[in-house]
């Protein structure tokens, strides 16, 4: 069940013995979904600097702008909107603006989904280590120790057939 249908029932509940609890409940989930409505956030992509996250596409343009500037030497940029929604930075020429080529900057917008689970407090896992869970350390899964029982039991199978029944229990003893 989730989270919105907990409270949905509850609200639905507590309000119970109103005259229209119905209409009371609908408003107060119209504007608890209003609240939870994660706004669009705007990439910042330079070839020669990380990734950037920004509220506005302006703020954006920005962060590629200034990096623009320490590999501008003289030259001068501009922002073209393609692929329907991302922008990509190009150079010009200084005389009359046409395009010399991309500086490798690019904006492009993003959402977020509400179901989207939310990572911000939990610790981030360490170089070398897991995301995923794992089984504990010395222990191997039932299929994977018949099967070491199998191989064993060939082994000894073969370790007989060489030396003998009778030699095969003291290397038994000794590995």
């Given at each position: 069940?989730?989270?919105?249908?907990?409270?949905?029932?509850?609200?639905?509940?507590?309000?119970?013995?109103?005259r229209n609890p119905?209409?009371?409940?609908?408003?107060?989930?119209?504007?608890?979904?209003?609240?939870?409505?994660?706004?669009?956030l705007w990439?910042?992509?330079?070839?020669?600097?990380?990734?950037?996250?920004?509220?506005?596409?302006?703020?954006?343009?920005a962060a590629c702008d200034d990096v623009a500037k320490v590999d501008a030497h003289g030259k001068c940029w501009d922002w073209r909107t393609e692929d329907g929604d991302t922008d990509r930075q190009f150079w010009t020429h200084e005389d009359d603006d046409r395009s010399?080529?991309?500086t490798g900057g690019a904006v492009w917008q993003i959402t977020v989904e509400g179901g989207e689970k939310d990572t911000r407090g939990e610790p981030s896992p360490q170089e070398g280590e897991s995301t995923?869970?794992?089984?504990?350390?010395?222990?191997?899964?039932?299929?994977?120790?018949a099967r070491a029982r199998k191989r064993s039991a060939v082994a000894a199978f073969f370790r007989c057939a060489r030396y003998g029944?009778?030699?095969?229990?003291s290397m038994r003893d000794s590995a």
């Open positions: 069940m989730s989270a919105r249908r907990v409270i949905e029932h509850a609200l639905r509940v507590y309000y119970a013995d109103s119905q209409s009371l409940v609908d408003g107060l989930l119209a504007s608890y979904d209003a609240e939870r409505v994660i706004p669009p990439v910042a992509d330079y070839d020669s600097a990380p990734l950037t996250l920004h509220l506005t596409r302006e703020a954006a343009r010399t080529g991309y995923h869970p794992a089984p504990r350390p010395g222990v191997l899964p039932v299929d994977s120790f029944h009778g030699e095969a229990p």
